[in-house]
């Protein structure tokens, strides 16, 4: 996540400085990938963890977990 404030700082001081937008929009593109793997990560452990937790318990829990998961995921493949 470091990381990441590190890499918005930096296209924010770019946009600033009217650094060459091409620059810019290749920076952003580097954070879009790390926000992805972050997002994919923090799904992960949600299915594995909370996902798994309520299924294995069942009823409307359950079906509310993985609905959720869902539109999650529907989200992050817009």
């Keep these: 996540m470091k990381r990441i404030e590190g890499q918005a ?9 009217e ?7 290749t ?4 954070l879009t990938s790390a926000l992805e793997a972050v997002a994919v990560g923090l799904l992960d452990d949600h299915l594995r963890h909370c996902v798994v937790d309520a ?7 359950a ?3 993985i609905t959720e998961a869902t539109q999650a995921i529907a989200r992050l493949v817009r």
Excluded: F
């Design 55 to 61: 299924a294995r318990l069942g009823g409307e829990a």
């Design 9 to 17: 700082r930096g296209i924010h001081k770019m946009v600033e400085d």
């Design 19 to 25: 650094k060459y937008c091409i620059d810019i929009l």
């Design 63 to 65: 079906d509310a977990k």
């Design 27 to 30: 920076q952003i593109s580097a």
